[in-house]
Protein backbone atom coordinates (compact mmCIF):
# COMPACT_ATOMS: atom_id res chain seq x y z
CA UNK A 1 0.00 0.00 0.00
CA UNK A 2 2.76 2.36 0.96
CA UNK A 3 4.30 2.20 -2.54
CA UNK A 4 1.32 2.56 -4.47
CA UNK A 5 0.30 5.71 -2.52
CA UNK A 6 3.88 7.12 -3.13
CA UNK A 7 4.00 6.04 -6.70
CA UNK A 8 0.51 7.95 -7.33
CA UNK A 9 1.79 10.61 -5.64
CA UNK A 10 5.01 10.04 -8.03
CA UNK A 11 2.98 10.86 -11.02
CA UNK A 12 1.04 13.73 -9.55
CA UNK A 13 -2.53 11.33 -8.70
CA UNK A 14 -4.10 11.69 -5.50
CA UNK A 15 -4.66 8.36 -3.53
CA UNK A 16 -5.78 7.90 0.19
CA UNK A 17 -5.76 4.39 1.81
CA UNK A 18 -9.57 3.93 3.66
CA UNK A 19 -11.00 1.22 5.18
CA UNK A 20 -14.49 2.93 5.45
CA UNK A 21 -15.88 1.05 2.25
CA UNK A 22 -15.13 -2.18 4.19
CA UNK A 23 -18.08 -2.24 6.27
CA UNK A 24 -19.98 -2.76 3.04
CA UNK A 25 -17.35 -5.90 2.43
CA UNK A 26 -20.09 -8.49 0.67
CA UNK A 27 -21.72 -5.52 -1.38
CA UNK A 28 -18.05 -4.11 -2.23
CA UNK A 29 -17.20 -8.29 -3.23
CA UNK A 30 -20.19 -8.68 -5.23
CA UNK A 31 -19.23 -5.04 -7.22
CA UNK A 32 -15.70 -5.82 -7.66
CA UNK A 33 -16.68 -9.39 -8.52
CA UNK A 34 -14.49 -10.97 -5.91
CA UNK A 35 -14.61 -14.66 -5.21
CA UNK A 36 -15.76 -15.45 -2.11
CA UNK A 37 -13.25 -16.82 -0.24
CA UNK A 38 -11.38 -12.96 -0.71
CA UNK A 39 -12.57 -10.46 1.54
CA UNK A 40 -11.43 -6.43 1.06
CA UNK A 41 -9.79 -4.94 4.11
CA UNK A 42 -8.71 -1.82 2.20
CA UNK A 43 -9.99 0.54 -0.08
CA UNK A 44 -7.20 3.01 -2.50
CA UNK A 45 -9.21 5.29 -4.52
CA UNK A 46 -6.90 6.76 -6.73
CA UNK A 47 -7.44 9.67 -9.68
CA UNK A 48 -6.29 13.27 -10.35
CA UNK A 49 -6.76 15.98 -7.86
CA UNK A 50 -8.92 19.08 -7.52
CA UNK A 51 -5.84 21.36 -7.59
CA UNK A 52 -1.91 20.86 -7.45
CA UNK A 53 -0.80 18.69 -4.30
CA UNK A 54 1.98 20.24 -2.88
CA UNK A 55 4.96 18.97 -0.63
CA UNK A 56 3.68 16.68 2.39
CA UNK A 57 3.29 18.55 5.47
CA UNK A 58 5.99 17.54 8.11
CA UNK A 59 5.85 18.02 11.58
CA UNK A 60 8.47 17.11 13.88
CA UNK A 61 8.59 13.55 15.20
CA UNK A 62 8.79 15.14 18.62
CA UNK A 63 5.59 16.78 18.44
CA UNK A 64 3.42 13.56 18.70
CA UNK A 65 5.74 10.88 20.39
CA UNK A 66 6.12 9.80 24.09
CA UNK A 67 8.46 8.56 25.87
CA UNK A 68 7.70 5.77 28.73
CA UNK A 69 4.13 7.37 28.96
CA UNK A 70 1.96 9.44 27.24
CA UNK A 71 2.50 13.05 28.17
CA UNK A 72 6.41 12.64 28.62
CA UNK A 73 7.77 14.45 25.14
CA UNK A 74 10.32 12.06 23.41
Do not use: C, K
Not at 28 to 51: F, M
Not at 55 to 67: G, I, K, N, Q, T
Request: hydrophobic content about 45%; charged content about 15%; proline content about 11%.
Amino acid sequence: MQNLLLAANAVGLGAALTTLPTAFALELGELLSLPEHVRPLAVVPIGYPAHALGPPRREPVSDHAHRDRYGSRW
